[in-house]
Nanobody, 124 residues
């Protein structure tokens, strides 16, 4: 199973940008569909975005499409989440996750490897 570590979270003002990174180790990173999920205060965990093993296909939560972009670099065993136009409601702990399927699913039950999360706070 791949081990995942997120980084890049922090405090940002509304309208700002952040780029989250998630580095994988322990298994072949490119064997995994990679996803990002988030859990805001008092909220259920929700799907953000996912990307296929080769990076050719992406899936986004419809409410986030256009502001968030997922990408990956298999040579560096890293998946990224570029977040632009951040809003206070984007405040959450962001988790990356890996799944051994082939489809960039939004179903969190399909993911069997999870990072520890990184906090993103959007506030003025």
């Amino acid at each position: 199973q791949v081990q995942l570590v997120e980084s890049g979270g922090g405090l940002v003002q509304p309208g700002g940008s952040l780029r989250l990174s998630c580095s994988g180790s322990g298994r072949t990173f490119s064997d995994y569909v990679m996803g990002w999920f988030r859990q805001g205060p008092g909220k259920e965990r929700e799907f953000v975005a996912a990307i296929t093993r080769g990076g050719g296909n992406r899936n986004y939560a419809s409410s986030l499409m256009g502001r968030f972009t997922i990408s990956r670099d298999n040579t560096k065993n890293t998946v990224f989440l570029q977040m632009n136009g951040l809003k206070p409601e984007d405040t959450a702990v962001y988790y990356c996750a890996g799944a051994r399927g082939s489809y960039p699913t939004s179903n969190s039950n399909a993911y069997d490897a999870w990072g520890q999360g990184t906090q993103v706070t959007v506030s003025s």
